[in-house]
């Protein structure tokens, strides 16, 4: 394989409209994407697809995502008022506490220290997931992830950069091994194999939970961790299905998880967007003004509000009430930018995909390892990095994210679903961290606002806010390929605006299937050459 070029990807991405029985899958890597059809042609659902999809990224991708990190999914199924939501976050293990660590002088979690890393939940997410939805059995599903881990795929420009990168931080790591073939960063478009991966996923799929809660497993990762996480811990299921938070915009019902994951910035900023009634128009500087001020006006407050839902402040129902929201509404102004307060930043790094089958079932499904690779410490030889989502706690005496054993830490990951009626519209997601809200705010509002079709919503150019941004004159980073008009546009407006590359490839990407009577569609994001769509269509599978 060669890497598709950047901008050439849009158009490799498009798919155009497929009969209503068609299976679709929209994921960052093509292997990935073929792993989800197979399967679902094999007898399985979207469900079966997404997780050997998320099996299979954990081999080619393993600095967004993987076995040691967590997972968040949406399911629809036909008919249901509401989608299914499932949080496959782990939570602070019995070894470290905020208290314990502000005694040795610490004022925030290390990202790359075993007091980071929580107990990882993916693998609880897929057993959870089968058990209520899935028609094969575990070993056909990661079969395709276990065969590509065994015989090899090639290295992608982006993995290729990113190993480069963190070879010093993860060099000396026993399942760094296989990663750097002769102790050297792999080339682009070498072919590289990942065999000790593969002997953990064959015993997952043969043995099931044990293989990765107890037994050898179990104990590396309580060795990496220094005894902070322990076997009591890793015997506590980490996957809990739970009601999803929603609310009615653009007139669809938008649908998110609750806290502990960020995701209702998404579906606020968007509600308050609409209601500022902004041009339609995407060269109208006033557009992504409001887009702008609308995340801003609610992304200030997330660190005080996102948690663990045993300590959260507010029910997740009123962090979405218009009630609530029409306030925000109230101070903002289409001519000035808003001051608000100031929070804290938290990064990230992860993997989000869609699958829909033909049957309608419909998955928006989010996992990670949070900063890129994790907390750069593996579990022994396994082929397992373990993520750092525990630096996403606080060392706040009495505050609702203050580490504590057992409970989940405030998470960045931000998967979305539509509907209308009940009936399937859109499944959107990216990666990002922070970043997450307010790339799926500008793509929706894209495509439901301006009435833009899919692929021309995802190719738009882009604003990043850095960080949270809450200052009266917010630093703004838009993509080079923003028009002169909306960037003076933007500036006479208080917004402090800088020009970044053409397409950026941490802005993304961005996976989305649209579905409606006529079928599906699905579009892969031109920013990152890896992202991938698949469908029943034999040219995108061969």
């Known amino acids: 394989m060669t890497d598709v070029p950047r901008r050439a990807a849009a158009s490799t991405a498009d798919t155009g409209s497929l009969e209503p029985t068609a299976a679709i899958a929209a994921t960052p890597h093509f292997l990935a994407s073929s792993a989800a059809i197979n399967v679902i042609e094999r007898g399985g659902n979207a469900v079966d697809g997404a997780i050997a999809a998320n099996a299979v990224l954990g081999v080619v991708l393993p600095d967004t995502c993987g076995i040691g990190g967590d997972l968040f999914a949406l399911v629809h199924r036909t008919g249901a008022e509401a989608p299914a939501a499932l949080n496959a976050s782990g939570r602070g293990g019995a070894g470290w506490s905020a208290a314990g660590l502000r005694s040795q002088g610490l004022i925030e979690i290390p990202i790359d220290s075993p007091a980071s890393v929580t107990v990882p939940g993916c693998v609880d997410g897929w057993l959870a997931l089968l058990d209520r939805y899935g028609t094969l059995p575990l070993s056909t599903i990661l079969a395709p992830a276990i065969g590509i881990a065994e015989g090899g795929f090639p290295v992608s420009t982006e993995l290729a950069a990113s190993l480069a990168r963190l070879r010093d931080g993860i060099g000396s790591q026993l399942s760094a091994a296989a990663l750097y073939p002769d102790g050297d960063p792999p080339a682009a478009n070498t072919t590289l194999t990942r065999p000790d991966l593969a002997s953990t996923l064959r015993h997952i799929s043969e043995e099931g939970r044990d293989a990765f809660y107890r037994g050898r497993m179990a104990e590396a990762i309580i060795e990496a961790t220094d005894d902070g996480i322990t076997q009591l811990d890793l015997d506590q299921p980490q996957a809990e299905w739970i009601e999803p938070v929603g609310t009615t915009v653009f007139g669809m019902q938008g649908w998110t998880i609750p806290p502990n994951s960020q995701g209702y910035l998404t579906l606020a900023a968007a509600w308050i967007f609409q209601e500022l009634d902004p041009p339609r128009d995407p060269e109208d500087p006033a557009f992504h003004h409001a887009l702008v001020e609308a995340y801003r006006s609610v992304a200030w407050e997330r660190d005080d509000l996102v948690s663990d839902a045993t300590t959260a402040p507010l029910p997740p129902a009123v962090l979405v009430d218009p009630t609530r929201l029409r306030e925000r509404v109230d101070r903002l102004s289409m001519t000035t930018a808003a001051s608000w307060p100031r929070p804290s930043a938290a990064p990230g790094g992860t993997a989000y995909f869609c699958v829909r089958d033909g049957s309608g079932m419909g998955v928006s499904f989010i996992q990670s390892n949070y900063h890129g690779i994790g907390a750069r410490i593996s579990a022994g030889d396994t082929g397992v990095f373990l993520h750092d989502r525990g630096a996403g706690f606080n060392l706040v005496p009495g505050h609702p994210n203050e580490l504590q054993p057992g409970r989940r830490p405030l998470h960045t990951l931000s998967p979305t679903l539509w509907t209308r009626d009940g009936d399937l519209q859109l499944l ?50 838009v993509e080079s390929r923003m028009s002169p008009g ?56 061969e």
């Not at 509002?445 to 949270?468: H, I, K, V």
């Not at 802005?507 to 920013?527: K, L, N, Q, Y």
């Open 428 to 477: 959107l997601g990216t990666r990002g961290g922070q970043y997450q809200p307010q790339t799926l705010l500008q793509v929706a509002a894209n495509r439901f606002w301006a009435g833009m079709d899919s692929r021309t919503a995802q190719e738009r150019p882009r604003w990043q806010l850095d960080g949270l941004q809450v200052d009266h004159a917010p630093e703004l980073l």
């Open 486 to 541: 909306v960037v003076s546009g933007l500036e006479s407006r208080g917004h402090r605006v800088s020009t970044a590359g053409p397409w950026m490839a941490g802005w993304g990407p961005v996976s989305m299937i649209e579905a409606d009577a006529t079928g599906a569609r699905g579009v892969a994001d031109p920013r990152v050459s890896t992202t991938d769509i698949a469908s029943r269509r034999p040219s995108l599978l």
